[in-house]
């Protein structure tokens, strides 16, 4: 600022003066108009793209959530909130050295396991630069960001010294080799346990996972990770054959199936085979069983696959509508319970079209149902029961009277009539949750479970063969145990194909259950 005093007395000079502080002025409100349009246009772009996401998500959890495929779902969101990133980073950039507050970030939020290398950004000069004294540190600012240090190979070198005996003719002896999966191969089981993960759990095929790895000089023929893919298989088949056997002990489980597509080379095409899932998941009632999915290949979907994986199973079998679950409930020691959300999807579907007030009715008498359900997520059976017979069990009771009365009223060959008795033949099933508090109202638990697979199928496209769909069962078994159980799967297959190699009892193969594992002790 000049001050009176600074002020020259030539006229031209004040002139001078006068224009150069209008000419500044002018400028900085250019600035501030150009930062002002550049954060308006950046508002009503990001409110745009914030709004396509608030399309996709009602598309996920709305009204309309059996609309869209959830991989697409997932597609979409991550371009959208990239572009929502680099409109923001756009806005930050023109506005550097304005008043705005700076971005909000996160910090403190990394988990406390990640190794923390530290670097102290010291000043050159810790002078005082008033008096010349020697600064002292009076705080700190601390910033975490998480860096990556990329995969990479390394050789593990084992050496065994022969000796032999100068004073005889002794043959020379040398410590025995260490055990491996893949007898007189390249990978340690660490690899072999990446490799399974990636392909099982991560869904890169193994042709990708070769490209990967021939970035860093590594020529591995995708025929060899198909080599360590299957003897790693052979190895773990009774660790899944235990896990179901463990399955069939439980009292109550989940089942599904879904496609395989297999290679069928006489043919010149595939054909579909059948991924079968039988799950246990007590968490929802406190039950203290570990969860577990056991998935067993079959060539069809014939009935007599499930009365053979569950041989020796009693209690409740919780299904879809498949009529295949049948002869397991004929045999008298098996109950099945029905799936509510199937029995919603039928109608949902004729109430998406807008002129069915029959199938909204259904639809909002079963949210009901839902809504006391996750009241109660989480209770022990016996509050989950008492509550169900209080509030549920009136809600289905009228349910029932509703459908009956509708049913008597409409043309037996609609699709809302279809509707109607394809809960009606289900109906003891459907209502068996009304009794039993460990039951769940859908079958949405082993649904999750089969959707890996689906996203496996995606990417692989087929399997080579019906034993390659046994692969598949078996790896994807434990995998997903591990997942479910909250263990890194990829250090859980390591330990136990180290521990498979050297020898561990098949009378013991309870210890190697993924619940059991202890990163601690491996």
């Known amino acids: 600022m000049l001050l009176a005093a600074d002020l020259p007395d030539d006229p031209e000079a004040l002139r001078a003066i006068i224009v150069g502080q209008a000419e500044e002025q002018r400028r900085l409100a250019d600035r501030v108009a150009e930062l002002e349009t550049?954060?308006?246009?950046?508002?009503?772009?990001?409110?745009?793209?914030t709004a396509i996401i608030a399309v996709f998500r009602r598309h996920r959890f709305g009204a309309r959530s059996e609309q869209l495929d959830q991989d697409q779902l997932q597609l979409g969101l991550e371009?959208?909130?990239?572009?929502?990133?680099?409109?923001?980073?756009?806005r930050e950039a023109r506005m550097a050295g304005s008043d705005n507050p700076p971005r909000k970030s996160n910090r403190g939020s990394l988990p406390a396991h990640l190794e923390r290398i530290e670097r102290v950004l010291e000043l050159e000069d810790r002078s005082c630069a008033c008096c010349g004294g020697d600064l002292h540190v009076i705080g700190e600012d601390v910033a975490e960001r998480l860096d990556v240090v990329p995969a990479s190979f390394r050789v593990l070198v084992t050496r065994r010294p022969r000796y032999g005996c100068r004073a005889c003719e002794a043959p020379p002896v040398q410590a025995a080799a260490a055990p491996r999966i893949v007898e007189n191969g390249i990978p340690t089981e660490a690899l072999v346990a990446h490799v399974l993960v990636a392909k099982y759990a991560d869904h890169l095929p193994l042709y990708r996972q070769a490209q990967i790895y021939a970035r860093q000089g590594v020529r591995l023929d995708?025929?060899?990770?198909?080599?360590?893919?299957?003897?790693?298989?052979?190895w773990l088949a009774p660790l899944r054959d235990h896990l179901l056997a463990e399955l069939r002990r439980s009292g109550r489980l989940f089942a599904d199936e879904t496609t395989a597509p297999v290679l069928d080379p006489g043919r010149g095409r595939t054909k579909t085979g059948q991924l079968w899932a039988?799950?246990?998941?007590?968490?929802?009632w406190g039950g203290s069983d570990p969860p577990a999915v056991a998935y067993r290949y079959a060539p069809d979907r014939k009935g007599e696959r499930p009365v053979e994986h569950l041989a020796g199973f009693s209690g409740i079998l919780q299904?879809?509508?498949?009529?295949?679950?049948?002869?397991?409930?004929?045999?008298?020691d098996v109950r099945l319970a029905f799936c509510w959300a199937h029995v919603r999807r039928r109608f949902y579907e004729l109430a998406a079209q807008g002129n069915s007030p029959v199938a909204a009715e259904t639809l909002q008498r079963i949210a009901?149902?839902?809504?006391i359900e996750t009241d109660i997520r989480g209770a022990d059976p016996d509050r989950r029961r008492a509550v169900r017979a209080e509030h549920s069990a009136p809600i289905v009771?009228?349910?029932?009277?509703?459908?009956?009365?509708?049913?008597?009223?409409?043309?037996?060959?609609?699709?809302?009539?279809?509707?109607?008795?394809?809960?009606l033949t289900r109906w003891d099933g459907l209502t068996l949750f009304l009794t039993d508090g460990r039951i769940e109202l859908d079958n949405n638990t082993v649904e999750r479970s089969i959707r890996p697979l689906a996203l496996n199928r995606k990417n692989a496209?087929?399997?080579?063969?019906?034993?390659?769909?046994?692969?598949?069962?078996?790896?994807?078994?434990?995998?997903?145990?591990?997942?479910?159980?909250?263990?890194h799967p990829e250090a859980w297959l390591a330990s136990t194909l180290t521990k498979l190699a050297e020898g561990h009892s098949n009378q013991q193969l309870g210890e190697l259950m993924p619940w059991n594992y202890s990163p601690a002790v491996g």
């Open 38 to 49: 550049a954060g308006t246009e950046a508002d009503a772009e990001i409110a745009r793209l």
């Open 79 to 90: 371009d959208l909130d990239a572009a929502i990133a680099g409109v923001e980073a756009s």
């Open 222 to 234: 995708r025929s060899t990770l198909a080599d360590w893919t299957g003897r790693a298989a052979w």
């Open 278 to 284: 039988y799950v246990r998941d007590d968490r929802p």
């Open 319 to 332: 299904v879809d509508g498949y009529g295949g679950y049948a002869a397991l409930a004929r045999r008298g």
């Open 368 to 371: 009901a149902l839902y809504r």
């Open 397 to 423: 009771t009228e349910l029932r009277r509703f459908l009956d009365d509708r049913l008597a009223r409409m043309s037996a060959k609609s699709r809302l009539a279809e509707a109607i008795r394809y809960a």
């Open 461 to 487: 496209l087929f399997a080579g063969s019906d034993h390659g769909g046994e692969t598949w069962a078996v790896i994807a078994s434990l995998i997903e145990t591990c997942k479910l159980n909250e263990v």
